[in-house]
């Protein structure tokens, strides 16, 4: 065998044992809770979207923020959809639930199929703390077809217990997830009834 063919084997194998040494990769979903179903179902069509996140938390590795402020990325925890997309994806189940119907479209959604009221999510925190807390912050609004707001922007501030391993860490996100879809459907609800 010729010195570079040598080489190349030598490298091959050092690379395939440093992959056998690092940690397994574990992939998670947010997952939509179960919700009370309503006595009858909300009337208008709802539109879902957009849901932003900052960069910061908007990538595959799960992320966390340390208690000086500083944000860790975990090289073994990762959602298995972007983040938006998941968050996305879950109000929509918690919503449909929620309000007992089915006309859900996500955005962006075609002319064609433009809804009665569109929810508009910007999530500002997102993420598990020091203190085993996972804190979800997020500006929403409703619009009608229009474009007026059918209610004024609100913020909503969301603490669920985290837990310390990944598994726990998920649970929470999805739990605080739940709960924000339930200020929502709650303050839909509310519109109907002026």
Do not use: K
Request: with cysteine; proline share 8%.
């Amino acid at each position: 065998m010729r010195r570079p063919a040598i080489a190349c084997l030598a490298l091959v194998a050092i690379l395939a044992a440093g992959c056998a040494s690092s940690p397994p990769t574990g992939l998670y979903l947010l997952a939509a809770l179960a919700q009370p179903a309503p006595a009858q179902p909300f009337p208008d069509s709802l539109g879902i979207g957009p849901v932003s996140l900052p960069d910061y938390l908007d990538r595959l590795q799960i992320v966390t923020r340390g208690a000086s402020g500083e944000i860790a990325v975990s090289d073994t925890e990762r959602w298995a959809e972007p983040l938006h997309e998941g968050l996305a994806r879950v109000l929509d189940e918690n919503l449909a639930a929620l309000l007992g119907t089915q006309r859900i479209v996500r955005f962006p959604w075609p002319a064609a199929a433009a809804p009665d009221v569109q929810v508009a999510v910007e999530v500002l925190r997102f993420e598990a703390g020091p203190d085993a807390s996972l804190r979800l912050e997020a500006r929403w609004s409703v619009r009608a077809r229009g474009g007026e707001f059918a209610l004024e922007p609100r913020l909503t501030r969301i603490e669920v217990p985290a837990g310390g391993g990944a598994g726990e860490r998920v649970r929470a996100h999805s739990e605080a997830a739940s709960r924000l879809a339930r200020e929502i459907a709650s303050a839909l609800w509310a519109t109907l009834r002026r």
